[in-house]
């Protein structure tokens, strides 16, 4: 799915128009619904920049828009050549179904795609068995790799944001 395809989706999706989206990233209010409009049929294409506001109007990672072009079955084959090249992704038959599974035996990068996959495994298990909600899940997959936490994936906190804590804690640090 391209870009403007995933704009779409998500928009919908959160039951906003393309005036509204396209004011809150900051198109004019006379042409915000056409800005939109031209990126969303992949007339223009967003830069990284504009694909950032995106993502945060509509409560996504930047990645959830930015997908590989997977909108034809060509593509998405393509994707899946490629996902085999890199990453030993490989399709097989087990109980007379269609399965893709990972080659380990092709490296590093194979040992990551199975870890990533186990955590994908994880989330979905959660869902079938009613821990976590539709909207949960969605929110985690919408947001991968923010809410993922079988990962080690780091967050540092701003300078700024750092300096306030430790002034607004200093006295509490002393005392103690």
Not at 80 to 105: Q, R
Not at 110 to 125: G, I, P
Not at 132 to 148: A, G, L, M, V
Request: charged share 30%.
């Amino acid at each position: 799915m391209a870009i403007g395809e995933r704009i779409h989706f998500f928009r919908l999706l959160r039951g906003i128009t393309q005036k509204y989206l396209g004011t809150i990233v900051g198109f004019p209010e006379r042409s915000a619904d056409v800005r939109l409009a031209q990126y969303e049929t992949g007339t223009r294409k967003p830069k990284a920049e504009l694909t950032a506001a995106l993502a945060q109007a509509l409560d996504v990672s930047p990645h959830a828009l930015d997908v590989p072009d997977i909108d034809s079955y060509v593509g998405l084959m393509h994707t899946l050549f490629a996902l085999e090249d890199l990453y030993g992704l490989t399709v097989s038959e087990a109980d007379e179904e269609i399965c893709l599974k990972v080659d380990t035996s092709k490296g590093k990068e194979a040992h990551e795609l199975l870890k990533l996959l186990y955590t994908w495994k994880e989330q979905a298990d959660k869902l079938s068995s009613g821990e976590i909600s539709k909207d949960d899940y969605d929110i985690w997959r919408y947001h991968y790799p923010e809410f993922d936490t079988t990962q080690i994936w780091a967050k540092v906190p701003s300078q700024e944001l750092n300096d306030t804590l430790i002034k607004a804690f200093k006295n509490q640090l002393i005392d103690k």
